[in-house]
């Protein structure tokens, strides 16, 4: 298990979060009227022009445990709360009693990054019913609803991140090994990454994927509540979060990548999820690599493809370089490799089932603790030194013996058909001034259903949140989850903004004018060895995405003055934009199909504002990644500039407008009677990728 202490959370500085308005932290647990088995029905959540909606329930109480956020509207003092019949063939609805929820009278806490508050859990209210007419139903809703203040300094959260080949069978019932109830106290988010997870459920569950979800449930307790469920094949990827910190999540979504056999079948492959947290964006990945002792290339390749495959966030980004922080867990399978040493040889190291000299040659260094000797084989670490795989991913101190392949008993003993190696992993990788460090790694040596031990870690860093009325990237906000199902509904992130314009004050504004840029070693894109390249530049602070003309058919473009884009930056503050970052994305253009992505780097704006004293020009670089690899460079020069005051009414404008992120119609005139063509859609919004889950509807969802 891995304990991400500090994970940096991010924040436009110059906002005090004291005074950031509240948000509502909802969990609507069951519905019962008296001497009623209720028909399938659910509860509709009200407060001005938002809506949720939890899924069916049904029985003598329905219960639903279904957890949603909400900001809270100014000039509207109540919730109101719902119970209705689930409609039939029909579509009807009958209300079966409601009532109002006064936001005034609710407890309001702080969400707490790294512990939980003092006044936590909530209790539970009981919520009487009334008919249409003001007449006493006998029944009642059992909720819980707090008030939830942004987090205060020091930004950071605590995730407590596990992973587990589960070897396909019922999980043991003692997990406190693994997921450590001290741990989990402290933890706002917990993350859980399984492998071959599927096996016969157990009676009191109605699947395979309830079974596991029941049991993890179970052994982290009540605090956390499952905001996220994804499955592939036998792998699953866990988010559940402790309450308080739910009013934090404006969004979430999903994707996954098979790797195997003809690179369709889920028996290896990635899921990962990114969730926005006070906006702090988190990419969690659970993956299956290829297995056996000589197959580091293909694992290697395997990280590749999860890496460029699954596509979240901004268009045409994969899951490094956009995200404050990328979480990489699971069984990667990288063995120890001990072909270098003088009685062993290459022969002997790569046999499937090793030699008793060669296990008891590994045994004896994990007898004697020599864990830092045993590392120095690991595959995972030369592959990551050498740029081959997890290049910029860094790892806690591993303290603990091999996990694999050991008996299915308590404590750690090695079956003689695999050498033991430390095939379960937890890794991390965040953008620049976002420090994420590891508390602690442990393994749950007492965990005995598998022939692997499950690996935990505890950590993070957050930025400062922005003004909740800030228009939040991808315009949709995560307005409800459940254990079974996730409701999101279509809602646009202008909602606050027009309502709160009032009382923002003018927003300031900076102007970045690229004067030079260039690429060097680009990656090729086309068949011919060639790429066509255009830079995209996005990010939250943009007032609107910008692009740069085409460049034809080269790998080392160099674009005209002419066709480089002016960029405006928008915050609340100096201090606040130094917290932002611009995203750079080279692609390849495409006049038939989608633009492919060549790779994408950052630029700190942190960076920008030292080095644009007195309007200077100033030079920069940008080392572009995709798929996990290096693809190339791109250089310029800049001149970062204070613009005028930003009244609120331009940035809505801007923000309502559509912004197709493709080339400046002026570089792609087509060959079919010289006309402009328009830029196609992005390859993150292609049909390929239609594998994709997005849990926050269409639209650019959250990135950095």
Known sequence: MSQFHSLAVGHNG????????????????????DFQVLPPCFVKLTHGPKKIKTHNASGSTATFNFMCSMEIHPEISSLHVELLKGGGMLGGKTGLGSCEVVIENLSS??????????DFPPQEMQLPLQGRTGETVPGKITVQIVRVRPPNPPYTVKALVGTWNVGNAPPAEELGTWLRPDKVAQAAVVVVGSQECQYDKRSQYKDNEDDWTGSIQAGIGETHTLLSMESIGQMRLGVWVRFDVIGGIHSFESGWEATGLGHVMTNKGGIATVIKVWDTTIAFVNS???????????????????????YLGLPGCGLLNQFHHCIWMGDLNYRLDLSAEPDVGPEEANKKTPAKFLMDKIQALVDAKAYAKLLEYDQLIKARNRGEAYQGFQEGAITHPPTFKVERKQGIVYKDQRAPAYCDRVMWRSLPYMPGTCEAVWCGEHVSSSDHKPVGVLSLGMRPPRPDWWPRDGRHSLTGMSRKSVHEEYHSGLFSLKHYWHDVPELKSWHIQIVELAGADLHPADYNGKSDPYVAFLGDALMQHETTTVEYQTLNPTWAPTSLPAITLVATSEDSLKYEYIVVSCMDYDRIDADDAIGNGILAVKELLAGSSGGQVQAFSVDLAHAGLNRGTLTGKLKMTEGPPLHMEELIKSRQK???????????????????????????????????????????????
């Open 14 to 33: 110059g906002d005090n979060p004291s005074t950031a308005r509240e948000r509502l932290a909802i969990k609507v647990i069951s519905a019962a009227i």
């Open 109 to 118: 806490c702080i969400s707490c990054m790294d512990h939980a508050p003092a």
């Open 288 to 310: 299956h690599l290829a297995a056996h002792q000589d197959k580091v290339k293909r694992r290697n390749e395997d990280y590749c493809e999860i890496a460029g495959g699954i």
């Open 658 to 704: 559509k912004h197709s992120v493709g080339p400046k119609q002026a570089g792609c005139a087509t060959l079919f009677g010289g006309k402009k063509e328009a830029a196609p859609h992005s390859a993150a919004n292609s049909a390929s990728h239609s594998k994709v889950k997005k849990a926050t509807g269409p639209g650019t969802p959250a990135a950095a």
